[in-house]
């Protein structure tokens, strides 16, 4: 028997595991269907491209797409101690403000979260208004040095868009480098911020390889998780409180296994109904993203991380190809009309990206990948059968609204004129997978042949309409849902902070009772 059962050991599950064990009155037990962190490549930045498919991934893929040429997109997710934030391109993204505010949900605008981000946070850049020290999880600058990531900068500039040093301050529009959660070179996952300093605390224990089958309830109240270890099931129960934090995905997934979701749905999956919520599982967010491909004859790219100097440059200082995220550079821009806020971000990388990555690259050169952060399109979640070892079924439904094609078509077109400036011309020489031509159709038809979603699912589990404003599962009694799933919709950027954010809220509305106000969090740190 432990006090709180928490479900996942991703972002949320780490700082909720380190943030409740805090009390050494309560007991807290943190299950993981995954390993331990201990392979290298979660821990060395570059290592992560060699992780897809492996045993720290969920390796999901959606339904085919209708218009995306019926493919089947790739969703990875993090199956190990810290999830996604061990698998993922470590970009520090709070969002915009009117991410928060536009959900309309009591203690969740960007005023409530915003002390939250602070909490969270040690920059290396020092304390401001806009940011804090003394936080668990560690924000860094880039520290590959690549030449090619700043000249996307110095192209954007030309291209007309602004110079922007500080994504997360005054101002998100705009152009530059990104911050990135590591330390001295090193991935700093939530894992590593939160759960591994917490480890030796009595009151937490921690089980990874732990795949939760169901949610065991008395009437409406939770009380424990039947799970199985290595083939054994056993029960664990809860005396306070069953937290899910297994993402947008396994959460609605979980819920449903446990008889609470669309009645039809489960009855056509032989699951017995314990609560008719027709929302768990829908409303799935995401952003879609696009890409073109150029190679150079300038020997500047991160494959000179298969020369023996690279490893042995990043073994001395933590420095060079092997400290880079990726996607080393970027930015924010508005391309639908009157966007009140940015409504596309690039990504960009060093790299000559060949089938998807599926295939070796064969030159030095660069991806250039544009994301739409307002579509409109919302997809699913729901089971392929009542096995819990059974991957969902999700449908994205990207492009289902018009409106999201013909922003992405033109955040392309920008994309094509941040190429073509003088500062980035050189390492765009050849054009490697580009559309046809500058057609409308053309580029719709390379959007579809291309687009794939970039990592940040949110909304299954909505505050609102499946979860209240404390994050308790509506019309159940003692089981929250703590994770990006209970975003109404998807922040404007990379999902890791957020999600970090509303978890370190969370666990202030389980210990007090209450969120704290901004006095009281100071006093705290």
Known sequence: MYDYVIV???????????RLSEDPDVSVLLLEAGPPDVNQNVHVPLGYLSLARTEV???????????????????????????????????????????????NAPGWSWDDLFPYFLKAEDNERGASEWHAVGGPLPVSDQRSANAISPAFVEAAVEAGLPRNEDFNGAEQDGVGMYQL?????????????????????PNLTVMPYMHVNRIIFEGKRAVGVEASQLGQAQELRAER????????????????????????????REIELLLDQPAVGENLGDHPATYTVFTTPEPESLLLALEPAAMAEFEASQTGPFASNLAESG??????????????????????????????????????SPCLLTAESRGSVRLASNDPTAKPIIRNAFYDAEADMSRMIDAVRLAEEICAQASLEPYCAEPFTVPDDDSDDALRAHIARTTYEIYHP?????????????????????????????????????TNAPTIAVAERAADLIRHGKALAAGELAAQA
């Open 8 to 18: 996942g050991a991703g972002s949320a599950g780490c700082v909720l595991a380190a």
């Open 57 to 103: 991934d969920w390796d999901y893929n959606s339904a085919p797409e209708p218009n995306c040429d019926g493919r089947r997109i790739s969703l990875p997710r993090g199956k190990v101690l810290g999830g996604s934030s061990s698998t993922n391109a470590m970009i520090y993204i709070r969002g915009n403000r009117r991410d928060y505010d536009d959900w």
């Open 181 to 201: 959660t590591q330390r001295g070179g090193l991935r700093a996952s939530a894992a590593v911020s939160y759960l591994h300093p917490a480890g030796e605390r």
């Open 241 to 268: 409180e069953v937290i899910l934090c297994g993402g947008a995905y396994n959460s609605p997934k979980l819920l449903m296994l446990s008889g609470v979701g669309p009645a039809e749905h489960l009855a056509m």
């Open 331 to 368: 930015g924010f821009a508005r391309v639908g009309a009157g966007a009140e806020a940015p409504d596309v971000q690039f990504h960009f990388a060093p790299i000559h990206i060949v089938e998807e990555g599926m295939g070796d690259p064969q030159a030095h050169g660069v991806w250039v």
């Open 458 to 494: 949110v909304g299954t589990c909505a505050i609102g309409s499946v979860v209240d404003s404390e994050l308790r599962v509506e019309g159940l009694e003692s089981l929250r849902v703590v994770d990006a799933s209970v975003m109404p919709t998807v922040p404007r950027g990379n």
